[in-house]
């Protein structure tokens, strides 16, 4: 009896394990009807759904769908094709997550994950960890038989941005390449690894074991790079999200890691902020500053009206926020499937109120979409500053720049004084889905599915070379270097102060 008894608490315990793994079993049935209540929601609630797509080639894409799911089999394919649709809209807003057993499950697998951080870098993925197996700075040619370009091709989905935006996804494969390989590719005994040695054609294989999850990331943060890119994956606090520094009598800096500064207008941050930038910007007009360089390469965004009381010391026109803002619906779709703390058997006592707010922020109703109305502070026309900056401005971006982030350096890179100095950013230049966070969990497998729902057309001049679905292009597109990469210098930053010195000799 003790047998038995014994056997049969293993084999529950494995079921259970097994059972929270991302590769378990997932029935077609259940894929069919989350696709269908995913397809739904996105129609109904997702403004951004044809913002950068046809209609068309949506419909298409639904229907490569259908046909994917009769081939898939377990919660990963499923989790696969949902990501797969929702990179396919083009918002970096738009996120696909796990419910929380499965993220548990998967931090704790011991083994299959590839083992070193790589980064992009002059027009390669390369080695960024210091190791005795394959050089730092090795080029990474294939893995497993599959050629690398194959590779960040396929995972490219799992890190959304905007538009086609194609520099911002490496933000992500430079972090969680490892994470988005096993999600492709499945765990992994052995990587089969061909590179190239720097300065040479010749390819070399080598074979290495899998890794735990929790040992890459292990292997990350002690990644080469580190001293270079470590602020960006640093949480700041308060008055460490901004920084000004007189470079010479000539020319000043001022940095902004983010507009995540205070809740609103009301709070004590941004009162702070707005002192800081009132002082400088003082400074700056008194010591009649000719060059400014802004560097904002790390900004992932934050929260109004942080954004534009900084461009206000910077603009030489009269602006707004947007032009255009508009959702898909004056109720809330779909409010069962929609993720909220609130209890669904109150919901419907509570719901009526959202709706009211909604109905008030966008009163106006065209062709099935509610827009703003002149009296939203979106729409608030806005001065420049009394001490704005008039002088030449030289801004400096990256692919990390998004959301509010990248909505300042769209207005700023529309300033006839202002060169943009850097890479493309992955948040667009004349719009983007934001404001809003939506989320749904799909109710067959939970996957949890979130997007912006407000559709913006940004305040800003069109521009030659700026393009409707790709990130902000700068007017130099200076990328760092693989010397720089090495020693941990700053091309960028570099190219900047070099191209001031040139044009005030």
């Known amino acids: 009896m003790k047998k038995i008894t014994t056997t049969f608490f293993l084999t529950i315990s494995s079921f259970f394990v ?16 989350d696709l269908e209540v995913f397809k739904e929601i996105r129609i109904q609630a997702n403004s951004g759904l044809y913002k950068y797509r046809t209609k068309k080639k949506t419909d298409s894409i639904y229907m490569w769908a259908d046909k994917e799911i009769e081939r898939a089999s377990t919660y990963l394919d499923f989790y696969n094709i949902i990501c797969k649709l929702t990179d396919f809209e083009g918002s970096l807003h738009n996120h696909t997550d796990f419910p929380n057993k499965y993220w548990k499950y998967m931090q704790k697998e011991s083994f299959g994950y590839f083992p070193y951080p790589i980064k992009w870098i002059e027009g390669k993925w390369r080695v960024n960890f210091q190791n005795e197996e394959i050089p730092l700075d090795a080029e990474i040619v294939s893995i497993n038989g599959n050629q690398i370009y194959e ?3 396929n995972l490219y989905k799992y890190y959304t941005t905007d538009g086609e935006n194609i520099t911002g996804k490496r933000i992500g494969l430079r972090t969680h390449f490892s994470k988005y390989y ?10 089969n690894i061909t590179f190239k040695k720097k300065n040479t054609n010749v390819e070399q294989t080598i074979s290495l074991k899998g890794i735990s999850y929790s040992d890459y ?23 460490e999200k901004y920084n000004f520094t007189l470079v010479n009598r000539n020319t000043a800096l001022l940095t902004i890691y983010s507009f995540t500064i205070g809740g609103n207008e009301n709070s004590k941050q941004h009162k702070n902020y707005l002192s800081f930038l009132d002082s400088i910007f003082i400074e700056i007009k008194n010591k009649k500053i000719e ?8 900004n992932g965004g934050g929260t109004d009206p942080n954004d534009l009381v900084t461009y206000s010391y910077l603009a030489q026109r009269n602006f707004q926020e947007n032009k255009k803002a508009w959702i898909s619906f004056n109720k809330i779709p779909l409010s069962k499937y929609y993720d909220t703390f609130i209890p669904k058997f109150i919901r419907p006592l509570i719901l009526p109120v959202y709706n009211k707010k909604i109905e008030n922020i966008f009163p106006i109703e065209k062709g099935g979409k509610y827009y703003q109305d002149k009296d939203s502070d979106d729409h608030k026309i806005r001065t420049p500053n009394k001490n704005a900056f008039e002088g030449n401005i030289y801004l400096l971006i990256s692919p990390a720049v998004a959301s ?5 350096a769209s207005m700023l890179a529309g300033n006839k004084n202002t060169t943009t100095i850097g890479e493309e ?14 989320s749904y969990k799909l109710p067959m497998s939970k996957i949890l599915v979130t997007f912006s729902i407000v559709n913006l057309e940004q305040d800003v001049p069109k521009k030659t070379n700026q393009k409707y679905n790709r990130g902000i292009i700068p007017d130099h597109n200076i990328p760092q270097t693989l010397k720089d990469f090495l ?3 700053d091309t960028q930053m570099n190219f900047t102060l070099k191209m001031i010195k040139k044009n005030h000799q």
């Open 217 to 239: 990331y292990k292997n990350f943060r002690h990644r080469h790079s580190k001293p270079y890119d470590e602020i960006y994956y640093t949480e700041l606090e308060g008055s």
């Open 151 to 153: 590779i960040v091709n």
């Open 18 to 33: 097994f059972s929270q793994s991302i590769d378990k079993s997932f029935c077609t049935k259940k894929m069919k009807k």
């Open 182 to 191: 096993r999600w492709d590719y499945g765990l992994k005994t052995n990587f």
């Open 404 to 408: 509010a982030g990248s909505l300042f």
């Open 291 to 298: 060059n400014l360089i802004l560097d904002v390469r790390h």
């Open 487 to 489: 020693n941990n210098e």
């Open 425 to 438: 950013t992955m948040g667009g230049y004349y719009g983007h889905n934001g404001h809003t966070s939506f």
